[in-house]
């Protein structure tokens, strides 16, 4: 998937801003609402405060109340 690419790729910095509108991974995963991804980003040190160039961090990107809840708890 795009998710373990981008890790794979980016680990050694895993809040690159890869995708345009300057997002990182975490931006991308919660927009997909992929929750496995959001998880795995988080405990790999995923930095949930980085804006993308709208101003928005990754909670403001979700639908889903899960992935917000996860977001508040780290």
């Known amino acids: 998937s795009k998710i373990k690419l981008i890790i794979i790729c980016y680990f050694d910095n895993i809040d690159y ?5 300057y997002r990182t991974a ?27 160039s709208s101003k928005e961090v990754a909670a403001q990107l979700t639908n889903t109340a899960e992935i917000r809840h996860i977001l508040d708890c780290t």
């Not at 801003?17 to 509108?21: C, V």
């Not at 975490?26 to 980085?50: M, T």
């Open 26 to 52: 975490l931006h991308w995963a919660c927009k997909r609402n992929h929750i496995i991804a959001v998880k795995y980003l988080l405990e790999h040190g995923a930095d949930k405060s980085i804006q993308n």
């Open 17 to 21: 801003l890869i995708f345009k509108h």
